[in-house]
């Protein structure tokens, strides 16, 4: 579960771009929009080298759908889709041709979980014997408040610059004081408003993150955001940055936003046997379970538990 966690918390920073925006320019029903970008926020688990490469990625957005490609490196798909309350996510080059099928259920757990995280992260400096003044330090160095809840503010600077041909006005995100987003916006790009749905479904903010963004006024197209991964008494940071070169209104195709022909579902549950010797059945829960040698078994049914643990007391 610990390994699973890591892609997923990645593909937030892939919905950062499009998806963060506060301009009302909505897209016709029978239109859908094509995105190309660079970014290093990458749909596989971020390495040091890959976290500062920058790659293509070609984003297709279309009413509940949302579609992301890796153009270059490993090249990885992921199509989100708020009807099925779901993603799918495969490498076009699987010789096995399989792809993960995550429920929304999951990025609601691992929210819980991220947020318990970073509790436990901050109630183990507070009550360590570490000084106050250290203590304090330590937690703001995480951007974290000492004092009490996380205090998100977000605000535009007089700064104004041409990205990619869009003329943009640059926010800056603030969580406790420090800077953890910086974004480039333009007025009058598509910026289709129930796109805003996409990061929530995924649970890619807070909710005092999401008032702030939600302030945020035209659609970024440069932007760089600060993310941060606890794991018990330290963090990890990460920087994401996305940079969009063009954006197209084309007429809708459903094609992008489906599974591709003839491939198969990955199934979840690593496929896992019954270890009483004389069964054949699969696991589907880990409840009957024996503990010998210090090696844990599994059973497909309480009765084969009874008679594997006979089993291992007629070995000894
Ligand atoms: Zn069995």
Redesign the pocket.
């Known amino acids: 579960m610990k390994r699973d966690f890591f892609p997923y918390f990645a593909l937030y920073f892939l919905l950062f771009s499009p998806l963060l925006q506060a301009q009302d320019v909505a897209l016709p029903a029978d239109k859908m929009l094509v995105i190309h970008q660079l970014s290093n926020g990458l749909l596989q688990a971020q390495t040091k080298q890959s976290a500062t490469r920058m790659i293509r990625q070609r984003l297709y957005i279309a009413k509940d759908r949302l579609r992301i490609e890796s153009m270059e490196g490993q090249r990885t798909v992921v199509i989100v889709r708020l009807d099925k309350r779901l993603l799918w996510k495969w490498n076009p080059q699987n010789p096995k041709k399989e792809y993960e099928e995550v429920p929304f259920s999951k990025f609601e757990r691992e929210y819980k979980r991220r947020l318990r995280r970073k509790a436990s992260f901050k109630q183990r400096i507070l009550t360590s014997a570490l000084p106050k003044r250290r203590k304090v330090e330590i937690l703001q160095q995480a951007y974290l408040n000492p004092f009490g809840p996380d205090l998100v503010s977000v605000g535009k600077s007089s700064q104004k610059k041409e990205i990619s041909g869009f003329p943009c006005e640059e926010w800056i995100v603030e969580r406790n004081g420090f800077e953890v987003a910086r974004l480039w916006t333009t007025k009058g790009a598509y910026s289709p408003s129930y796109l805003f749905r996409f990061y929530k479904a995924l649970k890619a903010f807070t909710p005092e993150e999401e008032r702030a963004i939600e302030k945020i006024e035209g659609f970024p197209i440069l932007l760089r955001i600060r993310l941060q991964y606890f794991i018990g008494a330290s963090y990890k940071v990460f920087d994401i940055y996305a940079h969009i070169q063009n954006i197209e209104q084309r007429p809708l195709e459903l094609y992008p936003f489906r599974l591709p022909p003839g491939w198969k579902k990955k199934s979840t549950n690593a496929v896992l046997k019954?270890?009483?010797p004389?069964?054949?059945?699969l696991?589907k829960v880990k409840k009957f379970r024996v503990i010998h040698h210090g090696k844990v078994y599994y059973?497909?049914?309480q009765?084969?538990q009874i008679k594997l643990m006979i089993l291992f007391a007629k070995q000894r």
């Open positions: 019954c270890a009483y004389k069964c054949k059945n696991v059973c497909c049914k009765q084969h």
